[in-house]
């Protein structure tokens, strides 16, 4: 019997009848293979290829008012979870915003794009869950890659969370105490790493957690109030949803010589600048897996791709990327902190406790505002200074730090103004080279 049913499927895979397998809901959104759909006329054709602007500005704007550059981020990002040889935490994203201004709306309506399978979501999670919650057993990879983990307005307990932090690093292994018997110990290794996108209106991230979460400030003016009255949602197009869900996982490689170029014009005056450069360098190649059918290493019936950045990923990177680290809305501060901040902006000297406790509008316990106090400090927001005061005791002041003063917006040059800076490099050096050689040749000859 197993012998028959065996010949019966050779023989339909020899006559072409049997159909590739794919992930799980793919049948419906992305199919592996290029061509995949019949006319009419029964010919096959392939997939219809989008540019950048075309997914960024016409489809992503069905669902979304506004929001240009936000959207544009959180796409990309999203697009990082095929990029094999990517660091773990430089897709992941906090969006950080007032309440109601749309931020789970933003980011629920721009993953649409995406294959359903590869979004998980959660509206609520414990530390717990964290440690030992595999969702992926059906899906292909069973692991997080490949996977976007989507948590909405989650508490500050959770943003600051060892598990949390655990989740950002590829391939970690931990050891707990088993939950049916406490002499025991459990060791659970975390397979993958998702690309992981959360929310939050209030919850203040510590310093440990904006090193491993961007963070995106949303369109809060009035402008943006009224595109939003008149808006009307569509759905995404059909030929859009192929296109994105046909991508495949790549191993990007950015080329030693354009990594050197970009290296020359990164900023490399903070040392929070060194994560940046590792970030911005798998920003391109996400902006190259999103062009890999455009590569020339490019092989139509493979699964995984082994694809090079080009320069034109650079530029769609880098406008990315000077959005997302626009200044100081890279540190995202409620209500209260942003108050403390602006009366310590406008004094020449640092400021005791009690003189910031007697200019806020809002009164608050003092309790309350040393803690808020240590917040901005351990930001790097302020600095902490033990100074004495007009009874000439030491007492703790605060004031801006030179760190937050100098949070300008990254600003980097378009791909042909490197390139041409690079050859008038490369020329004078061969000049200078010349003239040496000129020199030693005169000297041989005296």
């Known amino acids: 019997m197993v012998k028959a049913n065996l010949k019966k499927t050779l023989k339909k895979w020899r006559a072409g009848e049997l159909k590739p397998r794919a992930y799980p809901g793919e049948e419906d959104i992305s199919p592996i293979k290029k061509k995949v759909m019949k006319s009419e006329e029964g010919r096959f054709e392939p997939i219809k290829t989008f540019k950048w602007d075309e997914i960024v500005l016409d489809e992503l704007c069905k669902r979304v008012a506004g929001e240009r550059k936000t959207r544009e981020i959180i796409f990309l990002c999203g697009l990082g979870m095929l990029v094999k040889n990517a660091e773990p935490s430089s897709f992941n994203l906090l969006i950080h915003s007032e309440s109601s201004a749309g931020k789970d709306y933003l980011v629920k309506n721009v993953l649409k794009i995406f294959n359903p399978y590869k979004v998980i979501s959660r509206t609520r999670i414990s530390k717990m869950v964290l440690n030992y919650w595999k969702p992926f057993r059906d899906l292909v990879p069973a692991t997080w890659d490949e996977k976007i983990l989507y948590l909405p307005d989650v508490s500050e307990d959770i943003l600051n969370c060892e598990a949390l932090k655990l989740m950002c690093s590829d391939g970690s292994h931990i050891t707990i105490t088993n939950l049916k018997c406490l002499e025991k110990v459990e060791d659970i290794e975390i397979l993958g790493k998702p690309v992981i996108i959360i929310t939050t209106a209030n919850s203040t991230p510590n310093q440990e957690t904006l090193n491993r979460f961007p963070v995106v400030k949303l369109d809060e003016s009035e402008e943006q109030t ?115 901040v602006e009366i310590l902006k406008k004094s020449n000297e640092p400021m005791e406790v009690k003189d910031i406790h007697s200019k806020l509008k809002h009164h608050i316990e003092i309790q309350n505002l040393r803690t808020n106090l240590h917040s901005l400090s351990n930001l790097g927001i302020l600095d902490k200074l033990n100074l004495d005061n007009i009874f000439n005791r030491f007492v703790d002041k605060y004031t801006i730090s030179e760190e937050f003063k100098e949070k300008l917006p990254i600003k980097l040059p378009n791909s042909e103004d490197i390139i041409e800076e690079n050859d008038k490099n490369d020329k004078n050096d061969k000049n200078d080279k010349n003239d040496k050689n000129e020199d030693i040749s005169v000297l041989k000859v005296v």
């Open 226 to 340: 009224k595109r939003t009255f008149n808006f009307r949602p569509e759905e995404y197009g059909k030929n859009a949803l192929e296109f994105v869900g046909s991508l495949r996982a790549c191993n990007v490689q950015i080329t030693r010589d354009m990594q050197n170029k970009i290296s020359q014009i990164f900023p490399p005056k903070l040392i929070r600048e060194r994560r940046n450069f590792g970030r911005f360098l798998d920003y391109i190649k996400a902006v190259a897996v999103f062009h890999q059918k455009e590569k020339r290493e490019y092989l139509e019936n493979f699964v995984y791709q082994n694809i090079t950045a080009e320069w034109k990923d650079y530029d769609i990177a880098k406008d990315v990327f000077m959005n997302l680290y626009s200044g100081v809305s890279e540190v995202p501060l409620n209500i209260r902190q942003k108050e403390i």
